[in-house]
Structures are given as structure tokens and as C-alpha cells.
């Protein structure tokens, strides 16, 4: 089965600390994977996906298909990036498939 | 920029009524779908719809239904509303086929007395 998994509800870090924000997933075949951000009073939006290789406002994320992961890094946490953090994984028909996000807090 | 506007922000209806929750993009997507937004349970997928006047059952259909009559416009359809809808509900758009980045809507906060 097709499934996303962020096992961290809340994970909460002081500024300039190291953040990493975990998924993992189970797929059979060539997933695309994504991570979405919402902001306070914000849309979802997309941040960054896996197949553009890009770090988008310090973030990266990195592929693993061994160990089936699709972890959120960043190496210097902002008390701007205090958001919700969605990992999902590119299904069948279009579609995606959404872990049960991650709330980053961020403290000065 | 894609656009997907959601026309209600909040919502408050009473239990039994039938509402309507719609949702329009002005980025000719050929894909459009409805989620519920829950604390620990992620998004979710109710509906979703590859061209106009197509349906498809997500995730957690019942309780719901969807319309679209125009290619723009994509409408979820609650049709005797329960305190269990009480939710905040996306929409999205994509470009299909094999277009899997969505773009979302600001949401409807949905509260069912």
C-alpha cells in the first residue's frame, strides 16, 4: 500500500539550531516525493520536490530509496520557518498521497 | 500565478442543512480535488476530478459529493450536514497528465452546529 509517514507531530527547536523533519514512505515502483509548507494564515504550498534537487529557503531534502526516505533538513532553523510541514508522495492517477504533517516551531 | 479561490472563508451551518462548498482556478487544470484538513490526521482526500462533469471517490467520500459542470469550477456538495463535517476543507488544482504539483486554496473553515 501507498503510504506516507511523519512521525513527529511537533517537533520544536530553538533558532539556529539544526532542523530535521522525518518522512518516510512505501511505494513500489519510481516515487516523485514532496514536501508542502503552510505558514500561519497561509496556503499550502509547495516547497520544494525531489526530482528538482533545489534548496529552497535553506531547506533540502534528499531521496533515499534504500531506506525509503524523504527527510527535511535545514541547517540553521529561522523563526520564520514556524510552520506545518507536509511530506507527500506522488500516486496513482495524479494524485497525491499526504503524510499527517509536522508543526515546526521555531524560538528565538 | 495560479489562482484557486475558495469563496467562503468560514462557514457555519446547522446540522442537517446541505451546503455548498465551491472552488475555482484560473489555470485551465485539468485536475481538481477536495480535501479535509484535520489536526493529526493530515489531508484527506473526499473527491477529486480529471475533467469536467468527471468524478472520483477518494479517500473518504461518504457524507459527500461533488459537481463539475465547468472545467473552472469544482464544487463539494455536503448534502444533510453532521457535526463530524466540521473540518477545514482545500481545494486544488493540477495540470494533468502526470502533473502532480497542486496548487491549493486558502481553505473553508466549516463549522456544523
Known amino acids: 500500500a501507498q503510504r506516507v509517514t511523519q512521525p513527529e507531530k511537533l517537533l520544536s527547536v530553538f533558532k539556529g539550531a539544526p532542523v530535521e523533519l522525518k518522512c518516510n514512505y512505501s511505494?513500489?515502483?519510481?516515487?516523485?516525493l514532496f514536501w508542502y509548507v503552510q505558514y500561519s494564515r497561509q496556503r499550502l504550498q509547495l516547497l520544494l520536490r525531489?526530482?528538482s534537487r533545489e534548496s529552497i529557503k535553506g531547506f533540502t531534502a534528499d531521496l533515499n530509496k534504500g531506506e525509503t526516505s524523504f527527510h527535511l533538513k535545514k541547517p540553521f532553523a529561522q523563526e520564520e520557518d514556524s510552520a506545518m510541514y507536509y511530506c507527500?508522495?506522488?500516486?496513482?492517477?495524479?494524485?497525491?498521497?499526504f503524510g499527517t504533517g509536522t508543526r515546526l516551531q521555531v524560538f528565538p | 500565478d495560479v489562482k484557486v479561490t475558495q469563496s467562503s472563508r468560514y462557514l457555519v451551518k446547522r446540522t442537517g442543512e446541505k451546503v455548498f462548498l465551491e472552488c475555482v482556478q484560473d489555470?485551465?487544470?485539468?485536475?481538481m480535488f477536495w480535501y479535509r484538513q484535520d489536526p493529526g490526521l493530515g489531508l484527506r482526500l473526499i473527491y477529486f476530478?480529471?475533467?469536467?462533469?468527471?468524478?472520483e471517490k477518494g479517500d473518504i467520500p461518504e457524507g459527500y459529493s461533488v459537481s463539475r459542470e465547468k472545467k473552472e469550477r469544482f464544487s463539494l456538495i455536503l448534502e444533510s450536514a453532521s457535526t463530524n463535517q466540521t473540518s477545514m476543507y482545500l481545494c486544488?488544482?493540477?495540470?494533468?497528465?502526470?502533473?502532480?504539483?497542486?496548487?491549493f486554496g486558502a481553505g473553508t473553515r466549516l463549522s456544523v452546529l
Open positions: 486544488a488544482s493540477s495540470p494533468g497528465p502526470g502533473g502532480y504539483i497542486q496548487y
Open positions: 511505494y513500489s515502483g519510481s516515487p516523485e
Open positions: 525531489h526530482i
Open positions: 507527500a508522495l506522488s500516486g496513482v492517477a495524479d494524485k497525491l498521497i
Open positions: 489555470m485551465d487544470h485539468e485536475n
Open positions: 476530478s480529471y475533467d469536467v462533469k468527471m468524478k
